[in-house]
Protein backbone atom coordinates (compact mmCIF):
# COMPACT_ATOMS: atom_id res chain seq x y z
CA UNK A 1 0.00 0.00 0.00
CA UNK A 2 1.27 3.40 -0.87
CA UNK A 3 1.79 5.35 2.07
CA UNK A 4 1.96 9.93 1.73
CA UNK A 5 2.85 12.00 4.09
CA UNK A 6 2.36 15.90 3.42
CA UNK A 7 4.37 18.58 4.85
CA UNK A 8 4.83 22.16 4.17
CA UNK A 9 1.90 23.85 5.49
CA UNK A 10 1.27 26.73 7.55
CA UNK A 11 -0.04 29.68 7.62
CA UNK A 12 0.78 33.27 5.42
CA UNK A 13 -0.10 36.50 4.29
CA UNK A 14 -2.28 37.49 1.33
CA UNK A 15 1.13 37.48 -1.36
CA UNK A 16 3.21 34.93 0.33
CA UNK A 17 4.32 31.71 -0.61
CA UNK A 18 4.61 28.19 0.74
CA UNK A 19 5.75 24.72 -0.98
CA UNK A 20 3.88 21.39 0.06
CA UNK A 21 6.15 18.14 -0.13
CA UNK A 22 4.50 14.97 0.05
CA UNK A 23 6.77 12.05 0.85
CA UNK A 24 6.10 8.65 -0.57
CA UNK A 25 7.34 5.49 1.24
CA UNK A 26 6.79 3.44 -2.00
CA UNK A 27 5.60 3.92 -5.24
CA UNK A 28 4.17 0.79 -6.97
CA UNK A 29 4.33 0.48 -10.74
CA UNK A 30 0.58 1.52 -11.03
CA UNK A 31 0.46 4.48 -9.63
CA UNK A 32 1.17 6.96 -12.99
CA UNK A 33 -0.33 9.78 -11.45
CA UNK A 34 0.00 12.16 -8.56
CA UNK A 35 -1.54 14.87 -7.71
CA UNK A 36 -2.46 18.06 -5.47
CA UNK A 37 -6.29 18.88 -3.75
CA UNK A 38 -7.79 20.88 -1.86
CA UNK A 39 -10.92 20.64 0.84
CA UNK A 40 -12.36 23.49 2.02
CA UNK A 41 -14.51 23.13 4.90
CA UNK A 42 -18.03 22.22 4.22
CA UNK A 43 -17.20 21.75 0.74
CA UNK A 44 -16.20 18.88 -1.79
CA UNK A 45 -12.79 17.96 -2.55
CA UNK A 46 -11.33 19.95 -5.72
CA UNK A 47 -8.22 18.59 -7.95
CA UNK A 48 -5.45 21.49 -7.89
CA UNK A 49 -2.59 20.06 -10.18
CA UNK A 50 -1.90 16.80 -11.65
CA UNK A 51 1.27 15.37 -12.66
CA UNK A 52 1.89 12.23 -14.85
CA UNK A 53 5.24 10.01 -14.98
CA UNK A 54 5.33 11.88 -18.43
CA UNK A 55 5.73 15.16 -16.70
CA UNK A 56 2.42 16.36 -18.01
CA UNK A 57 0.93 18.63 -15.54
CA UNK A 58 -2.68 20.22 -15.60
CA UNK A 59 -4.04 22.94 -13.07
CA UNK A 60 -6.99 23.96 -11.69
CA UNK A 61 -8.07 27.64 -13.32
CA UNK A 62 -7.95 29.36 -10.31
CA UNK A 63 -4.29 28.49 -9.91
CA UNK A 64 -2.66 28.74 -12.90
CA UNK A 65 0.51 30.71 -12.95
CA UNK A 66 0.39 30.70 -9.48
CA UNK A 67 1.36 26.79 -8.71
CA UNK A 68 3.47 24.65 -9.75
CA UNK A 69 3.36 20.99 -9.49
CA UNK A 70 6.72 18.96 -9.52
CA UNK A 71 8.22 15.70 -8.72
CA UNK A 72 11.63 14.28 -7.72
CA UNK A 73 11.80 10.64 -8.33
CA UNK A 74 14.95 9.75 -6.97
CA UNK A 75 13.66 10.86 -3.37
CA UNK A 76 9.76 9.58 -3.69
CA UNK A 77 8.72 13.52 -3.14
CA UNK A 78 6.18 15.88 -4.95
CA UNK A 79 5.91 19.19 -4.61
CA UNK A 80 3.56 21.77 -4.64
CA UNK A 81 5.20 25.20 -4.79
CA UNK A 82 2.68 28.21 -4.16
CA UNK A 83 2.84 31.45 -4.84
CA UNK A 84 1.24 34.88 -4.37
CA UNK A 85 -1.37 33.04 -2.45
CA UNK A 86 -4.99 34.42 -1.58
CA UNK A 87 -7.58 34.24 1.33
CA UNK A 88 -9.57 31.99 -1.11
CA UNK A 89 -6.74 29.52 -1.17
CA UNK A 90 -6.69 28.80 2.70
CA UNK A 91 -7.98 24.92 2.95
CA UNK A 92 -6.73 20.98 4.26
CA UNK A 93 -4.54 20.05 0.42
CA UNK A 94 -4.03 16.32 0.00
CA UNK A 95 -1.49 14.80 -2.04
CA UNK A 96 -2.48 11.87 -4.28
CA UNK A 97 -1.75 9.41 -6.15
CA UNK A 98 -3.19 6.38 -8.51
CA UNK A 99 -2.98 4.50 -11.55
CA UNK A 100 -3.86 7.52 -14.25
CA UNK A 101 -4.61 11.16 -14.72
CA UNK A 102 -7.93 12.35 -15.80
CA UNK A 103 -6.80 16.15 -16.65
CA UNK A 104 -10.57 16.90 -17.92
CA UNK A 105 -12.15 16.18 -14.61
CA UNK A 106 -9.07 17.16 -13.00
CA UNK A 107 -9.32 13.70 -10.44
CA UNK A 108 -7.12 10.63 -9.87
CA UNK A 109 -8.08 7.40 -11.01
CA UNK A 110 -7.62 4.32 -7.99
CA UNK A 111 -6.54 7.41 -5.55
CA UNK A 112 -4.45 6.96 -2.59
CA UNK A 113 -4.70 9.48 0.13
CA UNK A 114 -2.71 11.46 2.34
CA UNK A 115 -3.70 12.89 5.73
CA UNK A 116 -3.87 16.52 4.40
CA UNK A 117 -1.66 19.39 5.42
CA UNK A 118 -3.54 23.00 6.17
CA UNK A 119 -2.60 26.33 4.38
CA UNK A 120 -4.05 29.15 5.90
CA UNK A 121 -3.94 32.38 4.22
CA UNK A 122 -5.23 35.58 6.25
CA UNK A 123 -3.84 39.24 6.78
Known amino acids: QVQLVESGGGSVQPGGSLRLSCATS????????MGWFRQISGMSREGVAL???????TYADSVKGRFTISQDNAKNTLYLQMNNLQPEDTAMYYC?????????????????WGQGTQVTVSS
Open 96 to 112: AAGRACNTESLTILGTY
Open 26 to 33: KRPVNTSC
Open 51 to 57: IGNDGRT
